[in-house]
Structures are given as C-alpha cells and as structure tokens.
C-alpha cells in the first residue's frame, strides 16, 4: 500500500518545457554565442535542454564560469507569469496518500513557480533540492520516508527524469513512476511508465489492493 507519493515538479506537474524552456533556451544560446559558445555545445544544448534542463547540462559540458553566468542570468530572469499546471492536476485531490512536493534547481525560481501555478494546497511537505543531483534526491526521499515512518516500498516517486529521481527512488527501494507528457523524453529504468494522472492513480489503486 502506497502511503506517500513524491511529485517532481518540472515537466511532471507542469510542461516546463513548453511553456519556458523553449524560449529560454533561444535567448540563452543567442547570448552565450556572443560569448564564444561552441558550435558542438550549441547542439548538445538544443538536444539535451529539453530535458535536462540548464544546470546539468552546464556541468555535463564543463562550460565556463562566463557561460555559466551568462545562462543562469536567463534562467532567472525569464518571466514565469504565464504558467499553468497540466490539466489533470486535480487527480491529486482524488489520491488520499500523503503528498510531497521534491523538486532542483534555484531556490527562488521554484518557489516562484509553485505559487504562480497555485499548487502549493496539495502537498504536506515541499522540498527544493539546491544539489540538483541524485545524491540530493537520495537523502531528502530518505528523510521524507523517516518523517512519515514508511517503508520504502510504501512511498511513490513519480517523474520524468531517469537518472535523478526515478534512479534516488529505486535506489531506496522506491516503486519509480516515470511520467511522460511527450516524445522526446528520456527513457530509463522505472517500475513504470505513465502519461497522465489518472494512469498515476490506478497504479496506485492496484498497489493498495495487493497483500
Ligand atoms: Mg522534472
């Protein structure tokens, strides 16, 4: 029986991509142009960004302090106002486990997009990862799982990425959704995977009526 489930919060509660990531990425790549990007990081950004996102991607490119600078200042400064959580949010509302809320990246901009998307009411707990890495996910699920006194196999870690949630989930012992909202999405090991929230709730149904 699942007991409590964790919610990522980008691309999995709302389409970070489409509503922000699109744009950003323009803007960050004309700008880091300027400032020497190379041709071969260019592509790997218009690959990669979509899911990875820009912090990762900075590491995993190894870009300079100045890139780095000049991409988060995008990152920061893009307008949030426009967001809008992904239609079948009040499925939420329909699950009675406990709810939390893990989510990477900057602090403020979180929180940011959390109040503008109104979604704060469904969840007990919510938790800015400022690792952003799977290490940080690892401990923070843990603390959640200690907090509620749960086994691991009664806490739910739904997501879109492979390597950062979903691995920290399964790695406890976690069962692992995956939620994919769209095609170009990575795909990795999860002990399932969904496209909506309704599919989120009879997973969990069936979990609660196995002994
Ligand atoms: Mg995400």
Not at 162 to 171: I, N, R, T, Y
């Amino acid at each position: 029986m699942i007991k409590l489930i964790i919610f990522d919060l980008d691309n999995t509660l709302f389409d970070t991509y489409g509503q922000l990531g699109k744009n950003i990425l323009e803007q960050m790549i004309h700008r880091m142009k300027k400032a020497g990007l190379k041709k071969e990081h260019e592509e790997i950004m218009r690959e990669k960004y979509p899911f990875l996102g820009f912090r990762i991607l900075a590491r995993e490119l190894k870009l300079s302090a100045k890139l780095q600078e000049i991409g988060m200042s995008v990152y920061k400064d893009m307008d949030l106002s426009g967001i809008k959580p992904f239609d079948d949010i009040h499925v939420l509302d329909e699950l009675e486990q406990k709810k939390a809320l893990v989510t990477s990246g900057t602090e403020e901009v979180q929180i940011k997009k959390i109040k503008i998307l109104g979604i704060q009411h469904y969840f007990q707990d919510m938790v800015v990862d400022k690792s952003v890495s799977y290490e940080g996910r690892v401990n923070i699920f843990s603390e959640l799982m200690k907090k509620y006194k749960l086994k691991p196999s009664e806490v739910l870690v739904i997501g879109d990425l492979p390597q950062v949630e979903l691995a920290a989930g399964k790695s406890i012992g976690m069962v692992a959704v995956q939620i994919i909202r769209r095609d170009n999405v990575l795909k990795g090991e999860a002990d399932y995977r969904i496209k909506d929230f309704y599919e989120l709730k009879s997973i969990v149904e069936e979990l609660g009526r196995k002994p």
